[in-house]
């Protein structure tokens, strides 16, 4: 089984099929890429995971998994994968799964930002990649036009509903802005966050990095003009070599000792300044909301139907301008990686990874918890 190719299912302009893809050139994983418009999609994989989402594999033998960071966990487990992505130090794990938060779920509004805040800018470039999946079914030009008015209308709906406005967007600009800043320093002299092989936290910023900022015209342009070294690395992790003739003298591995580089120090720090409040905003909304329901039946979907991955909307500040934004439980899931294996860690490491924590700022992260676990369960995120 494990020879057959597998089956993805997204697209080019995916922000999170590229992240899997990124992971299956660098594990040498055999698979067969297929955009959502294809009937196996439309037929077979869309009802069995209860909503249009992508990307989803699916195995020779019809098994599906969704979402990236399941599926990243299940290739492991099943021996697909090269090496793990998962480092097995304490302070390497925990920074990784820290970093996989941050770059995922936490560049979400950039990424959402620069693809449809500047719309024109973009925009002949998105009508074609958007377009991809419509003309591989044959529509005509006239109902691709009208698929895409509808569909492209619907994702740029979402920008105020992230926080994104006029009178935010230069707050979420100057964030933005610093995080290149420090990644382009660290990209200068090492291939990977975390050193010469990449690791879950390469591939939680690559979600956003690629398929958003990193090849939508407007900032990739800037990319490449204010951090080359990032643009740089995004080539990298597209590639299914390890990419790192710059670092000739760079073994494909970590460093032996449980360290991290310290020019990930300013990118943790950034992260405890931009992130951390709308984290924490995110626990507290999510306990008051839990409070206010009453009993939830454990598999509940978080949303109350699979469909809906939200549960409403609440207000941080980033960079003294105040945002309302949508709470989504998933980002909490992504969190409770990093509570669960800090909390997993022998009473006496666990000093030493706090006081690495408490040296940027996100001491606080280590610990914060909802009232209530958000699980996986048939491909929806539910209450535990
Ligand atoms: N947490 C998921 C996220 C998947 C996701 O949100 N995919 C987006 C496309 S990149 C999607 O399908 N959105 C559909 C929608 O918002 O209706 C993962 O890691 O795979």
Not at 311 to 316: A, H, N, S, V
Request: glycine share 8%.
């Amino acid at each position: 089984m494990q020879n057959q190719p597998l089956t993805l299912f997204g697209a080019p302009v995916g922000l999170w099929t590229g992240k899997i893809r990124s992971y299956l050139r660098k594990q040498g994983i055999p698979f067969v890429e297929r955009l959502p418009s294809d009937p196996v999609f439309q037929g077979e994989v869309m009802p069995a995971v209860k909503r249009f989402i992508n990307p989803v594999i699916r195995f020779a033998d019809g098994m599906l998994v969704q979402d990236t960071a399941d599926i990243i966990d299940y290739l492991e487990r099943k021996g697909y994968a090269r090496f793990s992505v998962y480092p097995q130090q304490p302070l390497q794990r925990i920074v990784a799964l820290t970093l996989d938060l941050f770059g995922g779920e936490g560049q979400v509004r950039a990424a959402m930002h620069y693809r449809w805040s500047y719309r024109d800018y973009n925009d002949t470039f998105l009508r074609h990649e958007f377009g991809l999946a419509f003309r591989a079914v044959g529509l005509p030009q006239a109902a691709i036009d009208q698929q895409l008015d509808g569909f492209m209308g619907y994702l740029n709906a979402y920008l105020p509903k992230l926080g994104i406005t006029p009178t935010s967007a230069p707050a979420v600009e100057a964030a933005y802005g610093d995080l290149l800043a420090a990644l382009d320093a660290h990209f200068r002299v090492q291939p990977y966050l975390l050193g010469g092989r990449p690791t879950v936290a390469d591939f939680g910023f690559i979600a956003n990095l690629f398929a958003h900022l990193g090849r939508d015209p407007y900032p990739a342009d800037m990319m490449k003009r204010k951090a080359p070294s990032v643009f740089r690395w995004t080539e990298r992790m597209m590639a299914n070599d390890p990419d790192t003739p710059e670092f000739p003298n760079c073994a494909f591995a970590l460093p032996e000792a449980d360290e991290v580089p310290a020019t990930i120090g300013p990118v943790l720090r950034l992260m405890a300044q931009d992130y951390l409040p709308e984290l924490k905003m995110a626990v507290a909304y999510t306990d008051a909301w839990l409070a206010q329901q009453g009993d939830i039946a454990s598999g509940t979907p978080v949303g109350g139907k699979p469909k809906v991955r939200n549960i409403g909307q609440g207000r941080f500040h980033l960079r003294g301008v105040e945002l309302e934004t949508l709470v989504w439980p998933y980002s909490l899931y992504m969190l409770q990686r990093v509570t669960d294996a800090y909390e997993k860690l022998d009473p006496q490491q666990q000093p030493v990874i706090h006081d690495y924590f408490a040296s940027t700022g996100l001491e606080d992260l280590l610990t914060l918890r909802a009232t209530r676990r958000v699980e996986r369960r048939d491909h929806i995120e539910i209450w535990a």
